[in-house]
């Protein structure tokens, strides 16, 4: 199995640990019809940008970019409608994935500041750490279910998620050397595990929007440095 179908394979089981790490809740119909479809696009920007596929980053900023929303906002929520286009817009756009994990925080923050203004919005609940075992794709999944709380506690807003997430980057699936001496490049890949796990530790003293934003952008921009330097193929 080649280096990207492994990794698309933990992009897969991302999925499965979002579910088992989360539950969320909102009001059904159109509206969470229409939500679903925006947060899948904004996950695939994530997606995107760690796997150093810039078409599908700038292809779902896209669809993001050109959507019109007739539901009626209320007058509080139009300015983050125009802040998450104008967002989404920089990306479509963008060739530099480091710049484009930047947009990327800041837009999944503009959607939880435009949930907080209206006093709606998705529901996080965190269940349990999914990957247990000492595995490189154990490792793997938790270091996955952490950026998917993060992202959680940005969108909802959730500091419950937040919080979870950032422990999680500090504490949980820092890799044993073993894993470690199996990446392909051992040297990269403890030193860019240190530096997720200092975020981790950063990331728990952010306490506004913007400053989780700029953080959550570091991770990600950190997930991809590992990747595709190939620190684990």
Request: proline fraction near 4%; glycine fraction near 10%.
């Amino acid at each position: 199995m080649g280096r990207t179908t492994r990794f698309c394979v933990l992009i897969a089981l991302f999925g499965l640990a979002s579910i088992s790490g989360s539950c969320v809740s909102g009001r059904g119909g159109p509206e969470m019809s229409a939500m679903h479809s925006r947060f899948t696009r904004v996950l695939a920007i994530q997606t995107g940008i760690v796997l150093g596929d810039i078409e599908r980053a700038q292809d779902a900023a896209d669809w993001l970019t050109r959507q019109e929303d007739n539901r009626g906002f209320p007058p509080e929520a139009e300015r983050y409608q125009a802040e998450m286009k104008r967002f989404a817009s920089l990306i479509a756009r963008d060739r530099d994935l480091e710049t484009m994990a930047t947009r990327a925080g800041q837009l999944a923050a503009t959607c939880g500041s435009c949930h907080q203004a209206v006093s709606g919005g998705p529901t996080f609940v965190v269940g349990p750490q999914a990957g247990s075992g000492e595995s490189t794709a154990n490792h793997m999944i938790r270091h996955l279910w952490a950026v998917d709380r993060m992202w959680e506690g940005l969108v909802g807003p959730s500091q419950e998620a937040w919080e979870a997430g950032s422990l999680a980057l500090t504490r949980e699936w820092v890799p044993t050397e073993a894993a470690v001496q199996r990446s392909g490049s051992p040297q990269a890949a403890r030193a860019i595990l240190g530096e997720l796990a200092q975020l981790g530790s950063s990331a728990k003293e952010a306490s506004t929007q913007e400053a989780r934003a700029a953080l959550y952008g570091d991770v990600l921009k950190s997930c991809r440095r590992c990747h595709g330097g190939r620190a684990f193929p």
